[in-house]
């Protein structure tokens, strides 16, 4: 009897999990679920009756239709999963024989139907992707103001009316807060703020967060500025976007976060945190990051973001997560990585280190990275690698020569594999991506990622399908090769067929085929780097021109690539015909009515006290229409600036008389009143300390037998006071010469008892340390010479007959 009620509860707990959330929610067993998001949908049959030799034909088409499409067939994963491993606060499990899979590229708030057919078994369901944030119900509005303390949100709002937080506002906690904003609540939209200067992560989510927007914000100067090794204290995951939680060695989180899910990250500026990643050459390069889900639930959508740094401003990762190497780690189940622009990071561009269940990572642009995708390892899958495009890599930090930059250890695209065998065996997609190798003047080989595939990650990698992908390397030493199987165990499952590869490749039980030996040609030219920050890619785009390796020559993915333009489709990214890739904030924004102009602030600037005004030079474009109005105005730093012309493109910058970075934001108005807005900064470095003049007075002249002497300095100081002196004696010749006051301005000198010049140095020191030097002779003369004294004796008084006398003189002098 207590079995059966077991039993009974057992149903009862799955009946639950599935009906929550209208039946879509994932895991629960005996149906067809389909987990939607903007622009795909997650599928899982469980109990189809089929096997790994079964294929599970997709078709879809929108509600109401007549024509099915053809969707890519679902993965058969004959694996159960436990609970613990994947998902602790659900109490469900993963079940084996399951088949899983993707639809892609499908329009946003739109109802669709899917019919999956395995063998001689059929089922259809419906489910509707999201609708564009813009349409999503707000019941409550709070106009942010400028602030510089940390903004907490813990009230909800509902599924049916969002809280909205926005305005033209900086929170800039600078340095007086762990955060600029907290989330622990759901239903919340984050709109168009700028934030700066917290302490740890700009914007953090709780254990309590769901269904939050986070959009059109500008994120900059968050974090640390040290990095612990050992992620005691996890400064090297401060993060513009982070949800934290106990996972990995963060020993100061005991939150549960896996309930953090439905997070839509989307169309933010996310640029220079306060500290920097460092290089390679000093190890593992731990650092700040971009967007980092440390331990986190799934369905999440990121998506439209740029995330740069600079030259000395690096990330460690630009989008990843921890719990890396298991189960439940980023970015879980069901969660979209796309139209990204990521550069500068020292490691992966996107880390993707997790269960990657149903998980798609495209059309993302990644530059100066030291890999591109990183997913070491899939450990329940199946992730979708589509559509991506990197440019420059990097390995080595400042200083580096040409030469050796030349030969470096480069990471490959596709960082993958690992020696934790719990956490491996899901299977990877890579479609069409685009492994560009840009010259750059001064170098001998390309600039690029050195390689496609390589299973660097530690262990073996298993499952990978690779189709239509352009896997060039930079050089074939250092290991660059397009693809490389190096540890023993893989290649099991893995097959390569239709990519473009510069390099052999060197497998060891993967299986490959059709593979086109050589490097492809574009139409836009050879790359040239560097790009300019943050400008993406070129225009034109990097189409193969019409007599390249890979022009219609790779092979047909359904629903990855349906609509080519020529007899087949093209290998790579770029399809030749069709609309070009776009990536960052301005991707993808509806061509229909007013576009929003683009505002460029122009180049930061830096200058040094006394000089305390600078000229800035902003712009604005707008493609459908013309720039009505400028308005500059400040947006963060020290409070002591005035503007010039706040009206204008052009404007004087004065008044800074304050040490430090100030932020000015231009905002330009089109035609037709809609906005853009870019930010800029002014560094103003303290004055450069003017030495101190001294003064050793005049030359002294004594004469024997005089042996004494006073010596008057002095000093002044045009930007400060003096606060010490000191006299010394210069060499050693002629002996002697006892100061009596060295550290006073002036000073007696004694036991000058030798003929010649002595040499004595007065040094003045100001208030900040700066110092200057003065000499002043002491000339010692002979005594004058005086005359001898004649001493010719005494008288004398003789008797004749004596004749003679003795005279006796002496002389002394």
């Not at 109401?64 to 067939?73: E, F, L, T, V």
């Not at 030493?477 to 397009?482: L, T």
């Amino acid at each position: 009897m207590k079995t059966q009620l077991r039993y009974v509860k057992l149903l009862l707990l799955l009946l639950f999990f599935f009906f929550w959330q209208g039946g879509n929610n994932l895991f629960s067993q005996g149906v067809v679920q389909a987990v939607p998001t903007f622009q795909s949908i997650g599928i899982y049959w469980t109990s189809s009756g089929g096997n790994a030799n079964t294929v599970c034909a997709v078709k879809y088409r929108v509600v109401g239709a007549s024509s099915w499409i053809d969707g890519y067939p679902l993965w058969f994963d004959n694996r159960a999963h436990n609970a613990n491993d994947i998902a602790p606060y659900q109490g469900v499990v993963l079940p084996a024989n399951q088949y899983r899979g993707s639809i892609v590229g499908l329009n946003s708030g739109t109802s669709y139907e899917i019919q999956l057919t395995a063998g001689a078994n059929s089922v259809t369901t419906t489910t509707t992707t999201w609708a564009e944030t813009s349409a999503w119900p707000v019941n409550n509005t709070t106009t942010v103001a400028n602030s510089s303390t940390q903004l907490n949100i813990t009230t909800s709002g509902t599924a049916s009316g969002y809280n909205l937080y926005t305005g033209s506002a900086t929170i800039d906690v600078a340095n007086g807060a762990a955060n600029c904003i907290y989330i622990n609540a759901g239903y919340i939209i984050i709109r168009g703020l700028s934030l700066k200067g917290a302490t740890e992560d700009a914007i953090r989510l709780g254990p309590q967060a769901h269904d939050v927007v986070i959009e059109n914000c500008d994120i900059s100067g968050w974090g640390g500025t040290t990095f612990a090794s050992d992620y005691s204290s996890f400064p090297n995951t401060h993060s513009a976007v982070r949800v934290r939680g106990k996972a990995g060695n963060d020993v100061g989180s005991t939150e549960n976060c896996y309930g953090v899910t439905r997070i839509v990250v989307q169309r933010n500026k996310i640029h220079d945190p306060r500290g920097t990643a460092g290089s390679w050459d000093n190890g593992y390069p731990y650092g700040p990051q971009g967007v980092c889900f440390q331990e986190a639930g799934g369905n999440n959508v990121i998506r439209y973001n740029d995330i740069y740094g600079s030259d000395t401003k690096h990330f460690q990762d630009g989008i990843g997560g921890l719990n890396n190497f298991t189960k439940s780690g980023f970015p879980r189940e069901n969660t979209d990585i796309y139209g990204n622009k990521v550069s500068y990071c020292w490691d992966d561009g996107i880390e993707v280190e997790g269960a990657d269940c149903n998980c798609r990572i495209y059309g993302n642009f990644l530059d100066n990275t030291f890999t591109g995708v990183s997913s070491a390892t899939n450990s329940i899958g199946p992730l979708y690698i589509f559509r991506n495009v990197t440019y420059v890599s990097r390995r080595h930090g400042a200083g580096a020569t040409n030469g050796s930059l030349d030969i470096e250890d480069r990471g490959p695209f596709n960082k993958c594999g690992t020696q934790n065998n719990a956490a491996i065996g899901g299977r990877t997609f890579l479609f069409h991506n685009t492994v560009l190798q840009p010259t750059e003047p001064g170098f001998a080989n390309p600039r690029g990622l050195n390689g496609g595939i390589m299973d660097n990650g530690g262990g073996p990698v298993q499952n990978t399908f690779s189709r239509n992908n352009i896997w060039t390397a930079a050089y074939q030493g250092q290991g660059g090769r397009a693809v490389a199987e190096n540890y023993s165990g893989t290649g099991v499952g893995c097959t390569y067929q239709y990519d473009v590869c510069n390099t052999p490749l060197v497998l060891l039980a993967g299986v490959a085929g059709n593979i086109l030996n050589g490097n492809p040609t574009y139409a836009a030219g050879v790359p040239v780097a560097p790009l300019v920050i943050n400008a993406g890619p070129r225009a034109q785009g990097y189409d193969l021109a019409t007599n390249s390796l890979g022009y219609n020559a790779g092979i047909v993915l359904p629903n990855f690539n349906d609509g080519f333009a020529g007899t087949a489709p093209d290998v790579g990214a770029y399809e030749a015909g069709k609309p070009l890739l776009q990536f960052g904030v301005t991707a993808y924004l509806p061509t229909s009515g007013n576009q929003p102009p683009v505002a460029n602030a122009g180049p930061d600037k830096t200058m040094t006290l006394p000089t305390v005004s600078v000229q800035v030079t902003g712009s604005g474009t707008d493609v459908d229409g013309t720039i009505a109005s400028y308005q500059w105005s400040y947006a963060g730093g020290p409070a002591t600036y005035t503007i010039g012309t706040p009206n204008g493109a052009v404007s004087l910058m004065g008044g800074l008389t304050t040490p430090g970075v100030y932020y000015f934001k231009l905002t330009v108005t089109d035609n037709l009143g809609l906005t853009g807005v870019d930010t800029m900064r002014i560094t103003v470095n303290p004055a450069v300390n003017l030495p101190p003049t001294a003064n050793a007075g005049s030359d002294v002249t004594i004469t024997l037998p005089t042996s004494t002497a006073q010596l008057v300095g002095s000093g002044t100081d045009a930007d400060g006071t003096i606060a010490s002196y000191s006299w010394t004696k210069i060499g050693t010749t002629p002996p002697g010469g006892t100061l009596a006051a060295p550290t006073q301005s002036s000073t007696g000198v004694s036991g000058l008892t030798t003929v010649g010049t002595y040499l004595f140095r007065l040094t003045v020191t100001d208030n900040l340390g700066a110092t200057g030097t003065d000499t002043v002779r002491v000339i010692v003369l002979a005594a004058p010479n005086q005359p001898p004294t004649a001493n010719a004796g005494s008288d004398i008084t003789i008797t004749l007959p004596t004749s003679t006398a003795q005279l006796v003189g002496s002389g002394t002098d």
